[in-house]
C-alpha cells in the first residue's frame, strides 16, 4: 500500500521510526511535506507575510496532490506539550485539513493513538479513522 504520514511537527521526531517500519512491512511511505526541512518559529520570523502566506499554500496544494496519489494515510498523533499543557493524541489544524482531504478522496485513515479531547472531536470521529492503537500490523 502506499502511504503518506501526516502530523504536527512536535511529532516528526516519530516519522523515521514509523516509516522504517511500514517499509519493512512492504509498503510505499511518503514523509510529511516540510519534514526533510522543517520550518521553525525563527524561519517564521524571518518570512515576510506575503512569504508566510505563499509557504502555506503550497504546503496544501502539495497535500492534497500528494494524498490524491496514496492509498491511506497514517495520522501521528501523539501529545504534544505546549505551555506547559500536554494535549494528548494532538492532531493541530494542518493535519486535520490533510485528514480531511483524505477523507473527500475517500482514503483509508489510520490514527496512531485514539481521539483528542478538542472541539473537532466530533468531526475527527466522522471521518471515521482507523484506531490502531500504535499497533502497525493493523495498516491494511
Known amino acids: 500500500m502506499k502511504i503518506m504520514l501526516i502530523c504536527s511537527t512536535s511529532c516528526y521526531d516519530k516519522v523515521a521510526g514509523v516509516k522504517e517500519k511500514l ?23 524571518e518570512m515576510s507575510e506575503e512569504e508566510y502566506l505563499e509557504f502555506f499554500k503550497t504546503m496544501f496544494h502539495m497535500s492534497r496532490d500528494k494524498i490524491k496519489e496514496v492509498d491511506a494515510v497514517v495520522v501521528l498523533n501523539y501529545d504534544k506539550v505546549k505551555n506547559g499543557k500536554t494535549l494528548s493524541n494532538y492532531i493541530g489544524a494542518s493535519t486535520f485539513l490533510e ?13 496512531m493513538n485514539g481521539y483528542p479531547d478538542n472541539l473537532l472531536y466530533d468531526e475527527i470521529k466522522g471521518f471515521g479513522p482507523i484506531i490502531i492503537n500504535e499497533d502497525l500490523s493493523k495498516v491494511k
Not at 510505499?28 to 516540510?34: D, E, F, K, L, R
Not at 485528514?99 to 490514527?111: C, G, R
Request: charged share 20%; proline share 6%.
Open 23 to 45: 517499509e519493512s512491512m512492504g509498503h510505499s511511505v511518503i514523509v510529511p511535506n516540510s519534514y526533510d526541512a522543517p520550518v521553525t518559529n525563527d524561519d517564521n520570523k
Open 99 to 111: 485528514m480531511y482531504e483524505a477523507f473527500m478522496n475517500n482514503k483509508k485513515i489510520f490514527m
